[in-house]
């Protein structure tokens, strides 16, 4: 079946300092959202990805699709402590809307 | 809007118990999905639906669980019998649909069970 996965698993960086987390399909997608879960709290929708090497911009936040649709980024610049949390993507399988979420990146700011 | 309604919030029962957790998803909403949250095995898609019918319940782990939305605005995950390998975070998340084209999902506030 199709599988989404997210390296790193965690990270731990000094605020202030970039951070990266990349997401893996199985399976070339239609379309890619992120979610950012806070500790003890709900995944809160950040946005989603639809064309082939789209890439958008929130602030900090910097989101690429990839050209083939089968991987994704996420880029922070400047983390700050309030970007802790993880952050998961999620692809639908083939002409549903049944998403498959990723294995999550865990970040970790130290002030 | 309120958001995602789901409750309880917190549920602790005994093995062999049953466990109905409930979900009433944003107004206007055409879809309703069940995850469930675990360390182990991450975000897991249980069950959605499509305009209150069942389409896919391929993630639903046992004949044990079920899950069923008699209206637009309710939905229901029951657990019979509940065992300490249910225990999770479960999430209920509405989105809708425009045009064949996918929208974000809102997740509610979750219920953690726990069964002891």
Known sequence: GQ??????????????????????????????????????????????????????????????????????SLHITATQTTDVGTYFCAGPTSGTYKYIFGTGTRLKVLA | DAGVIQSPRHEVTEMGQEVTLRCKPISGHDYLFWYRQTMMRGLELL?????????????????????????????????????PRDSAVYFCASSFSLAGASYEQYFGPGTRLTVT
Request: glycine letters at 6%; a positive charge; charged letters at 20%.
């Open chain 2, 47 to 83: 069950i959605y639906f499509n305009n209150n019918v069942p389409i896919d319940d391929s993630g639903m782990p046992e004949d044990r669980f079920s899950a069923k939305m008699p209206n637009a605005s309710f939905s229901t995950l029951k657990i019979q019998p509940s065992e």
């Open chain 1, 3 to 72: 599988q989404v996965m997210q390296i790193p698993q965690y990270q731990h960086v000094q605020e202030g300092e970039d951070f990266t987390t990349y997401c893996n399909s199985s399976t070339t997608l239609s379309n890619i959202q992120w979610y950012k879960q806070r500790p003890g709290g709900h995944p809160v929708f950040l946005i989603q990805l639809v064309k082939s090497g789209e890439v958008k911009k929130q602030k900090r936040l910097t989101f690429q699709f990839g050209e083939a649709k089968k991987n994704s």
